[in-house]
């Protein structure tokens, strides 16, 4: 039987729960396709802390970057809110992303029939939604030098950052999306700001120098402004959007808020070589923390994709996907999705429900 | 009589059919209202290129300067869209904006109860929207130092832009937004991204201290990403928003989308003294332009802006503004709101229609 390591990262609010439950649903889909995995959970985010003093210690660095691949529940809370940028529970998962050289991030914004009301937007809208964001995660503004505080020419105080990308990081992000497009519809569309920003215009030039090599791949270029107002006029238009590392951050999220239901919504990201990292897009939500009211299929589905995408096992992450459908067609739901005349469950029970269908 | 001096700028596509509509308009209300306007119209962005080579003339620029308030329609079509960066035309409206130093847009996005159905959002979410974007338009990445291409350290090659606000440009925009939000519910949410950026961090400190000089105002504070997603959720949750130039394009666009009739939606820049830019938020919409089937509405209501905030001519602004509703409430609409049971009409048979209500 095939062996992995997985690095768990519980991190804080309701991270330890979701974890908790994904953990024993991942083991189950491992054991009958013959996978066996050791774990080891290391603190990252607010819980590293409060632990260690910074939010990334080297152990937990050294532990994710020697296993196989690494789930993460979420980070942050109010407690470390006013914390100094390098001691922010976010600078510890901007340091983790870094460090595993994760640059693709995947974040599918799929409206599951089950969930169609869960929507803000109308049922003909919503329904049958199933895009995905390719967002490039280790560079541009996020990462870019020089950035801080200073003064300018005329003495004033400034903030500041850079946006800048290299041709080979341009270039590899967009052979994942292509890639990506390729397995799904065949459609890519690039968002940028190129009527603008130099950094657009360049890295448009780079899509389109890459995409001589997908000529099977339909490619289409869109402002990211305009890129916001269709996924709310006609999400159905997008199959794969590929985007820098700001964009996709924003875009992603309103893509996600425009399925209802983030609770459901996992993420993987992806490095040349190395473990991949996943977890769920939601966040740590302190306020219902420890009360066992979150959702954990966001987890389940990004440990679905960490057997995937991660460790290449289709057919253990296929059975924990089709598992988390049979539980909500029973009626099962928490109460972010929940609805009348659906059955209203906690984290773990929600678990132990996927649990049976495994 | 009172007498101001109006530059119009039609611009490209649809910009000459809807700002022709709109002064007639403009001119009705003013002359009720004992105004008297000089026009001088010039060309900007792909006429102005046609024309002159360049996408903002010396001229224009001058004459817009000279001016009382400057109406424009709108900029930009596929003819040049390959064009180099300082030959397309939103470079032209770019300059337009550094040089008349109109450092605050304003973006309303309301939801009127005769349009709610044209929102993909469900009625119930749609509706009573509400909101205003106070968006910095001559500062941040748009026009940052350094940017273009070169190489990096690897010699490899790379694309840049920076991100950069000077305190006053902070100050100066939130006291804008402050006063905005007194006039409005009093409420005023700054979105950014401080949990990465210094640029943001700073942002955010600006904000916070000139707070002190609108105690009366309730101030919140939101990250971009989660704001995109608020705005999908709940949007009437937000009254008055602040943001930079680069995630207020983004957001004001989805605002506006998220009303379902972006046709209808004016915006106003204005500096510290001088001439105001007012412009209806879409685009030149050149696959319709000639054809009269453009909505005159939102230039009509740029043009009620200019008047309120360009030239302190509240009762002409309120007098079109009720007029817009009135044509609205007869049942008159152009192709983009239309629905069943309304009529069906062009841009002139539109504008028609509101001089008969001014
Ligand atoms: C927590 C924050 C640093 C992070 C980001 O901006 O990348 C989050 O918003 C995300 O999208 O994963
Ligand atoms: C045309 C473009 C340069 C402009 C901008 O990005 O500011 C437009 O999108 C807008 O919002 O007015």
Chains 1, 2 share one sequence.
Not at 43 to 72: F, I
Not at 247 to 258: K, P, Q, V
Not at 281 to 309: E, F, R, V, W
Request: proline share 4%; net charge negative.
């Amino acid at each position: 039987s095939k062996r992995h390591t997985i690095t768990l990262l519980p991190g804080d609010g309701i991270g330890p729960e979701v974890i908790s439950v994904a953990r024993n649903v991942l083991n189950l889909a491992a054991s009958i396709e013959g996978i066996e995995f050791k774990y080891q959970e290391v603190p990252v985010g607010g819980a590293a802390l409060d632990l260690t003093g910074v939010p990334l210690p080297e152990e937990t660095l050294l532990a994710a970057k020697q296993s196989d691949a690494v789930l993460l529940g979420a980070i942050g809370g109010y407690k470390w809110d006013k914390n100094e940028k390098h001691l922010k529970p976010e600078t510890g998962l901007l340091k983790l992303r870094e460090g595993l050289k994760v640059f693709a991030n995947l974040r599918p914004a799929t409206v599951l029939p089950q969930l169609v009301d869960a929507s803000t937007l109308k049922r003909e809208v919503a329904e049958g939604v199933d895009l995905m964001v390719v967002r490039e995660l280790t560079g541009g503004i996020y990462f870019g030098k020089p950035r801080g505080f200073g003064t300018n020419e005329n003495g004033e105080e400034i903030g500041f950052n850079t946006e800048v990308y290299a041709a080979y990081e341009i270039d590899r992000i967009a052979r994942v999306a292509f890639e990506t497009a390729r397995k799904r519809k065949g459609k890519l569309c690039s968002v940028d700001k190129a009527n603008v920003l130099e950094a657009s215009m360049f890295w448009r030039k780079r899509i389109m120098a890459i995409a001589l090599e997908y000529p099977d791949v339909e490619l289409s270029h869109m402002y990211v402004d305009n890129a916001a107002m269709q996924l709310v006029r006609d999400p159905k238009q997008f199959d794969t959007i590929v985007t820098n590392n700001i964009f996709g951050d924003i875009l992603s999220d309103e893509a996600s808020m425009i399925t209802g239901s983030i609770g459901m919504l996992p993420s993987a990201s992806l490095g040349e070589s190395g473990p991949g990292l996943f977890e769920p897009i939601h966040g740590s939500a302190p306020d219902i923390a420890g009360q066992d009211k979150a959702n954990p299929l966001a987890t389940i589905l990004s440990a679905a994709m960490l057997l995937k995408y991660g460790l290449g096992e289709e057919k253990a992450a296929k059975r924990i996907e089709a598992a988390v459908l049979d539980t909500l067609n029973k009626g099962f739901r928490t109460g972010d999705i929940y609805s009348a005349g659906t059955k209203l469950v906690g984290c773990k029970e929600m678990g132990e429900e996927v649990l049976k269908s495994v």
